[in-house]
Nanobody, 131 residues
């Protein structure tokens, strides 16, 4: 079993920055067999993909809405993934979740953007961006 714990959420003004972290404990996988994902769920809306990382962190991908503003980075030795968020907008307000997936296409370039593809989830952390 894998446990994920997010941290770093909070309240920030539009245009500001926040950094989220997520640490995995319990069962671990080798870097090439593990993918990370960040998702968010705005108030009254469905959960949506934000950013993903695979292939030991060498492959990253983003939702169009955050491309160029958010950066996902991972430390597979520490089983930790970060999400740096810049130029935040009120539309970024949501509960942010990290998730992991055990990938089997080692070295592949498939982008895991669907929540149902992920195996383990954190409890979520609130990010509120005021206008």
């Amino acid at each position: 079993q894998v446990q994920l714990v997010e941290s770093g959420g909070g309240l920030v003004q539009a245009g500001g920055s926040l950094s989220l972290s997520c640490t995995s404990s319990g069962r671990t996988f080798r870097a090439y067999a593990m993918g990370w994902g960040w998702f968010r769920q705005p108030p009254g809306k469905d959960r949506e993909f934000v950013a993903g990382s695979r292939n030991g962190g060498s492959t990253t991908y983003y939702a169009d809405s955050v491309e160029g503003r958010f950066t996902i980075s991972s430390d597979y030795d520490e089983n930790t993934v970060h999400l740096q968020m810049h130029i935040l907008k009120p539309d970024d307000t949501a509960v942010y979740y990290c998730a992991t997936i055990r990938v089997t296409d080692y070295g592949g370039l498939y982008y895991y953007t669907n929540a149902h593809e992920y195996d383990y989830w954190g409890q979520g952390t609130q990010v509120t961006v005021s206008s």
